[in-house]
């Protein structure tokens, strides 16, 4: 009886083990699992790209914050102690004692002499306003770049995405096509031991197993190497294996289908930063101009000196105005100012190219769109007909009015109807996605 139980607890043991272990292999693979909206998600946040431009724009915000401390005042304090050598120290005094008699000069042996100045810009011909201006379009500028390239970043993924979806398709067809090679090459042994078939056409049957073969090698490779170049750009650990989920590429109506290139226009983040850029340039004008004034600033000070057996001087404070003008910015500055201006012209210029280039990408992107719903409706009725003819040459090579090649040759047809069939599907969200980031609107459709 003690044994019993005994058994009974070892049995119960080894069950919860082996369920624990098959739950943690189930949990496992859906971990795996990883949509395309996480994908994104992921790679916008912990990409280097990400991070490098997240960087560059906290980077400009803080020029933003140095270049408005220039309207601060200037407060510099300053102390001296020095030891001097027995000057020789005259007193140009007068001296108003009647015996004509002049007392010795004092020794000085050292100098203590501290200062406090303060400087506050008042006007420098708006060359402040302005650079705070500049500096924060600059900003602005680079924050625009930021979310195009997250948008690019965005439009790696997903033909990464794309690609490792065709790639695993692939293997699953070309796996189930090679069961129907092996087994036909095993059909074709036993016709051939009883005389039905010829050898040669036993040896067109393994050298199409064998291509068959070759071609899920290669899709294998493929999938190895999309995966890694993924799970990479995402940071996740080199062992991750992403299994997608088909029913992402399911052909269901699209919510933001882009009509006309307006829309780049109008989201396009680059375009958005050039025009950034041209204001930057236009304030850089103005401060090109402001050499031509001059520069006022209030000043005030603090003094303090002690020099040893001869004067002390203490609480000296002063108070006043600083004007400062460079005469030769007169002759000079026309240059710069010109150079200014001339960088306004190639931002303008770069916005109108940009553009027009905008204007073709979108409409590029749409007609590329239809083509690909066209296409896929076309691959969809081709399935279809690959299995219809793949049934009529096998019947007539049952009844003898069809060789191995034509049977051979439909059986290829049939297994391109269906990777075709495949890779349309992923194509049709490539090209949505690529419309929307011609258009600037591809993170934004993902809700972030």
């Known amino acids: 009886m003690k044994i019993n139980k005994i058994m009974l607890l070892f049995f119960l043991v080894v069950q919860y083990s082996a369920i624990s272990q098959v739950n943690e292999k189930k949990n496992l693979e859906d971990s795996s699992k990883l949509n395309l909206k996480e994908a994104i998600d992921i790679a916008i946040n912990k990409s280097n790209e990400a991070i490098l431009a997240n960087t560059k ?84 500028a680079e924050k625009a770049k930021s979310i195009q390239t997250k948008e690019e970043i965005a439009m790696k993924v997903i033909e990464y995405y794309a690609n490792l979806y ?130 006022v600033a209030l000043v005030t000070g603090y003094t303090n000196l002690n020099l040893q057996n001869v004067v002390t001087v203490q609480n000296a404070i002063n108070v006043g105005l600083g004007v400062s003008y460079n005469l030769s910015s007169i002759f000079k500055n026309g240059k710069d100012v010109k150079i200014a201006k001339n960088k306004v012209l190639e931002t303008q210029q770069s916005e109108a190219i940009l553009s027009e280039n905008i204007k073709i990408q979108v409409q590029q992107s749409i007609e590329n769109y239809n083509l690909a719903l066209k296409q896929n409706l076309v691959y969809e009725q081709a399935i279809d007909q690959a299995k219809e003819n793949y049934r009529i040459v096998k019947d007539k090579y049952d009844n003898g009015l069809s060789n191995t090649t034509d049977l051979l040759d439909a059986d290829v047809e049939q297994l391109n109807s269906k990777i075709n069939y495949a890779y349309s599907r992923a194509n049709i969200m490539l090209k949505y996605y690529e419309m929307l980031s011609a258009s600037g609107q591809l993170t934004a459709s993902f809700n972030f």
Do not use: W
């Open 166 to 295: 065709r790639a695993q398709k692939a293997v699953d067809l070309i796996t189930e096509n090679l069961k129907s090679a092996k087994q036909r090459v095993k059909d074709f042994e036993d016709f051939n031991q009883n005389g039905i078939i010829a050898r040669n056409d036993l040896l067109k049957a393994q050298l199409q197993q064998s291509k068959v073969q070759l071609s899920l090698d290669e899709a294998y490779k493929n999938v190895a190497v999309i995966n890694y170049y993924l799970v990479t750009f995402l940071k996740l650990n080199d062992d991750y294996k992403i299994n997608i989920d088909e029913h992402q590429f399911d052909n269901n109506e699209p919510i933001n289908v882009i009509k006309n290139e307006d829309e780049g226009l109008k989201n396009r983040k680059d375009l958005e930063a050039i025009r950034c850029f041209q204001k930057a340039s236009e304030s850089n004008v103005k401060i090109a101009k402001s050499n031509y004034f001059p520069s």
């Open 57 to 140: 724009v906290e980077t400009k915000k803080l020029e933003v914050q140095s270049v408005k401390n220039n309207q601060y005042p200037d407060v510099k304090i300053s102390g001296q102690y020095m030891k001097l050598t027995n000057a020789t120290v005259n007193l140009k005094l007068n001296n108003n004692s009647n015996n004509g008699n002049s007392s010795e000069p004092p020794k000085v042996n050292q100098l203590i002499l501290g200062q406090a100045n303060v400087n506050l810009p008042l006007f420098s011909g708006f060359k402040i306003q302005n650079s705070i201006k500049a500096s924060q379009y600059l900003y602005q």
